[in-house]
């Protein structure tokens, strides 16, 4: 088992230099569940199999039940687009199993990683001090700066209640509310008429409150999810430190905005986070899976977060110049997930970074403009990152789900409607350097009504 096949290698890396070299990454359509379920039938057993069987099973029926994630093609949800070169690192994390629990053990990896994690601190403006460590994914960063916001809130509020309360709106993440739900806390929802959270609407919300002293923080979205807007953070800010509240700030999409030139200023007040979660996963050209979780004062955290155990001592020597990413999160063991960014930053330059995310953000407000000059398409809102939403007219929950499906169907591209304010919509997310205004103008043109008239005269004529 721990001996090279070294056919086997060559095959597998045969096969990572065929992925990496295609000019464009198929979208598929996904798996269908009987299939799988015969193809995988008694594969596992105890006398195991021949190494290349078994590949084939997972480059001809596993490997391809997928909608690809790193295409153009793919606009829906936030979208994975690791960069070639993130990619090929994350291939020796792997082979060197580099891990990223302390720094006993992995002093080279989370070096590496702090450093990644400053350049994000200094985009943001985050004081020297700021740190943290890499987790999973934005859910997982969450939790884990809620815990802390939790365990030092009440005593800085002096709060009494059982039940402390964090402020949220309604397009606040999902998994905030879970967050919360896992920690015993509970959501205090504030209004947003216009899907942002403002200082006054949070005044006015921590006004109204009964146990005001048991709201421990206030959770700021840089890039709500469905639609990619941002709260005011300078002004949440203002109020969070007037009332001692922990600010967090939710920037698992957004956060790369923070490198783009022409929305950095939609994120001022970012520099005043408590806590602060980026997702590299999604708009920073990583592989999965990995957040950035930011601490402005990684002390606090640390109390909060160390784990102590007889067979842990060693890795808290304690003399303070040890930098354990374990104790800034609720795990224990990770992979140095943080390595492929590191490597990014370091080749292409944060200048590479912005100028891919800047693309992005042009096709948004080329996709925006498209639409605005399509008759019977109209944009439900002026997108601020790179999320653009709009409706046509006449058009229920039933046409917006059979235009998803028929663009998958001709891959033309992934899309998935979603609502706003109960009502369905058309949503494209665009997190992919690569994507093209003639893309663009390929997926408007199968919502446009006149291409539609069209489609439907032209296939008149041909009967
Ligand atoms: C995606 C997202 C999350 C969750 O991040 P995961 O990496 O999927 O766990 C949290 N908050 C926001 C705003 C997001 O967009």
Same mark, same amino acid.
């Given at each position: 088992?721990?001996?090279?096949?070294?056919?086997?290698?060559?095959?597998?890396?045969?096969?990572?230099?065929?992925?990496?070299?295609? !000019?464009?990454?198929?979208?598929?359509?996904?798996?269908? &569940?009987?299939?799988?379920?015969?193809?995988?039938?008694?594969?596992?057993?105890?006398?195991?199999?021949? +190494?290349?069987?078994? #590949?084939? @099973?997972?480059?001809?029926?596993?490997?391809?039940?997928?909608?690809?994630?790193?295409?153009?093609? =793919?606009?829906? =949800?936030?979208?994975?687009?690791?960069?070639?070169?993130?990619?090929?690192?994350?291939?020796?994390?792997?082979?060197?199993?580099?891990?990223?629990?302390?720094?006993?053990?992995?002093?080279?990896?989370?070096?590496?990683?702090?450093?990644? $994690? &400053?350049?994000?601190?200094? %985009? %943001?403006?985050?004081?020297?001090?700021?740190?943290?460590?890499?987790?999973?994914?934005?859910?997982?960063?969450?939790?884990?700066?809620?815990?802390?916001?939790?365990?030092?809130? #009440?005593?800085?509020?002096?709060?009494?209640?059982?039940?402390?309360?964090?402020?949220?709106?309604?397009?606040?993440?999902?998994?905030?509310?879970?967050?919360?739900?896992?920690?015993?806390?509970?959501?205090?929802?504030?209004?947003?008429?216009?899907?942002?959270?403002?200082?006054?609407?949070?005044?006015?919300? #921590?006004?109204?409150?009964?146990?005001?002293?048991?709201?421990?923080?206030?959770?700021?979205?840089?890039?709500?999810?469905?639609?990619? #807007?941002?709260?005011?953070?300078?002004?949440?800010?203002?109020?969070?430190?007037?009332?001692?509240?922990?600010?967090?700030?939710?920037?698992?999409?957004?956060?790369?905005?923070?490198?783009?030139?022409?929305?950095?200023?939609? =994120?001022?007040? @970012?520099?005043?986070?408590?806590?602060?979660?980026?997702?590299?996963?999604?708009?920073?050209?990583?592989?999965?899976?990995?957040?950035?979780?930011?601490?402005?004062?990684?002390?606090?955290?640390?109390?909060? /977060?160390?784990?102590?155990?007889?067979?842990?001592?060693?890795? /808290?020597?304690?003399?303070?110049?040890?930098?354990?990413?374990? !104790?800034?999160?609720?795990?224990?063991?990770?992979?140095?997930?943080?390595?492929? $960014?590191?490597?990014?930053?370091? @080749?292409?330059?944060?200048?590479?970074?912005?100028?891919?995310?800047?693309?992005?953000?042009?096709?948004?407000?080329?996709?925006?403009?498209?639409?605005?000059?399509?008759?019977?398409?109209?944009?439900?809102?002026? +997108?601020?990152?790179?999320?653009?939403?709009?409706?046509?007219?006449?058009?229920?929950?039933?046409?917006?789900?059979?235009?998803?499906?028929?663009?998958?169907?001709?891959?033309?591209?992934?899309?998935?409607?979603?609502?706003?304010?109960?009502?369905?919509?058309?949503?494209?997310? =665009?997190?992919?350097?690569?994507?093209?205004?003639?893309?663009?103008?390929?997926?408007?043109?199968?919502?446009?009504?006149?291409? !539609?008239?069209?489609? @439907?005269?032209?296939?008149?004529?041909?009967?």
């Amino acid at each position: 088992m721990h001996t090279l096949d070294h056919r086997l290698a060559r095959r597998v890396f045969d096969e990572c230099l065929r992925q990496l070299s295609l !000019d464009e990454v198929p979208l598929k359509t996904g798996g269908d &569940r009987e299939r799988l379920v015969e193809k995988l039938a008694g594969l596992i057993k105890p006398g195991g199999n021949d +190494p290349e069987a078994v #590949l084939s @099973v997972f480059l001809r029926d596993i490997a391809p039940a997928i909608i690809a994630c790193d295409t153009p093609r =793919f606009m829906a =949800f936030v979208s994975c687009v690791p960069s070639k070169t993130s990619i090929l690192i994350d291939v020796l994390v792997s082979c060197f199993a580099l891990h990223g629990i302390s720094w006993l053990e992995a002093a080279g990896p989370v070096a590496a990683e702090n450093q990644a $994690l &400053r350049v994000l601190a200094d %985009a %943001a403006g985050l004081p020297a001090s700021a740190g943290g460590c890499f987790v999973s994914g934005g859910s997982s960063g969450n939790l884990s700066a809620l815990l802390v916001a939790r365990d030092t809130g #009440l005593s800085r509020r002096g709060g009494h209640g059982t039940r402390p309360k964090v402020a949220v709106t309604a397009d606040t993440h999902s998994s905030v509310g879970k967050a919360l739900h896992l920690l015993g806390m509970e959501p205090l929802l504030v209004p947003t008429p216009d899907h942002r959270m403002t200082a006054q609407a949070l005044r006015q919300t #921590l006004a109204r409150e009964r146990h005001s002293n048991d709201v421990v923080a206030v959770v700021a979205t840089a890039g709500t999810t469905n639609a990619g #807007l941002l709260d005011d953070l300078a002004g949440i800010a203002g109020v969070a430190r007037q009332e001692g509240l922990w600010m967090h700030v939710d920037a698992a999409y957004g956060g790369a905005g923070i490198f783009a030139p022409s929305v950095r200023e939609l =994120f001022n007040g @970012v520099e005043q986070a408590d806590s602060l979660v980026i997702d590299p996963h999604k708009w920073l050209f990583s592989p999965f899976d990995c957040a950035a979780l930011l601490y402005r004062d990684p002390p606090t955290a640390q109390a909060v /977060h160390t784990q102590r155990a007889s067979y842990l001592d060693a890795i /808290h020597d304690d003399d303070g110049d040890v930098w354990n990413p374990s !104790d800034y999160a609720y795990h224990l063991t990770r992979r140095s997930r943080g390595l492929p $960014l590191w490597f990014g930053l370091a @080749v292409h330059g944060t200048d590479g970074y912005r100028d891919g995310i800047e693309n992005t953000l042009t096709m948004a407000r080329y996709a925006a403009d498209r639409i605005n000059a399509t008759e019977g398409l109209t944009l439900v809102c002026e +997108p601020e990152l790179s999320v653009v939403l709009f409706r046509r007219d006449q058009w229920g929950c039933d046409d917006y789900d059979s235009w998803s499906d028929r663009l998958l169907a001709e891959q033309i591209a992934f899309v998935l409607p979603t609502t706003w304010q109960g009502e369905p919509v058309a949503r494209l997310c =665009f997190v992919h350097p690569d994507t093209t205004k003639q893309l663009v103008d390929e997926v408007i043109a199968t919502i446009d009504p006149a291409q !539609d008239a069209d489609h @439907v005269r032209r296939h008149e004529h041909a009967h």
